[in-house]
């Protein structure tokens, strides 16, 4: 790809000034609105290891209540690991757990009243959720898998509404 296409397919991307550099994308003219997002991913396990985290007996304690614990503070924390995420100020995270068979589903929802939207911090709390999962368990089970992880609904701001297909 010569440096003009290249160029050219940074500009279709917001994080990137016209002469290719990353950059803040400036917010200050959108008005304010209710935003809100929700993400979730899988973590998958030995049954043995699902049935320590399901009894409430793993060494380390409380697993999945660490693990919302952690995701929420992460959420929380998101524009000081992703370098052009702006601060937000949240208004609402909530974090939950579901124990399938030989995995654990996290689902979090982030939400907040401003100029852009809370995507990155609910795919931030869904990560560090499951990451403190495998911290807490990999005594245990070193080949757990993370995987799924995705923006599963969005609301507010200039596109408004969507779901996941």
């Given at each position: 790809?010569?440096?003009?296409?290249?160029?050219?397919?940074?500009?279709?991307?917001n994080h990137f000034?016209?002469?290719?550099?990353?950059?803040?994308?400036?917010?200050?003219g959108k008005a304010?609105?209710?935003?809100?997002?929700?993400?979730?991913?899988?973590?998958?396990?030995?049954?043995?290891?699902?049935?320590?985290?399901?009894?409430?007996?793993?060494?380390?304690?409380?697993?999945?209540?660490?693990?919302?614990?952690?995701?929420?503070?992460?959420?929380?924390?998101?524009?000081?690991?992703?370098?052009?995420?702006?601060?937000?100020?949240?208004?609402?995270?909530?974090?939950?757990?579901?124990?399938?068979?030989?995995?654990?589903?996290?689902?979090?929802?982030?939400?907040?009243?401003?100029?852009?939207?809370?995507?990155?911090?609910?795919?931030?709390?869904?990560?560090?959720?499951?990451?403190?999962?495998?911290?807490?368990?990999?005594?245990?089970?070193?080949?757990?898998?993370?995987?799924?992880?995705?923006?599963?609904?969005?609301?507010?701001?200039?596109?408004?509404?969507?779901?996941?297909?």
């Amino acid at each position: 790809m010569s440096d003009n296409q290249e160029k050219s397919e940074l500009r279709n991307l917001n994080h990137f000034d016209a002469g290719g550099q990353a950059h803040m994308v400036d917010v200050g003219g959108k008005a304010a609105t209710d935003r809100m997002a929700r993400a979730s991913g899988l973590i998958t396990m030995k049954a043995a290891t699902l049935a320590l985290i399901a009894s409430g007996t793993a060494r380390k304690g409380d697993v999945l209540g660490v693990a919302r614990v952690a995701a929420i503070m992460a959420a929380k924390r998101t524009s000081d690991l992703i370098p052009l995420c702006h601060p937000l100020a949240l208004t609402r995270v909530t974090v939950d757990f579901v124990l399938q068979e030989n995995s654990v589903l996290c689902t979090s929802q982030v939400e907040t009243v401003g100029q852009t939207g809370v995507e990155m911090e609910a795919l931030m709390a869904v990560q560090t959720g499951l990451l403190t999962i495998y911290d807490m368990c990999k005594a245990v089970d070193r080949g757990m898998v993370m995987g799924g992880i995705k923006v599963v609904e969005k609301k507010g701001g200039k596109s408004g509404h969507w779901v996941a297909d």
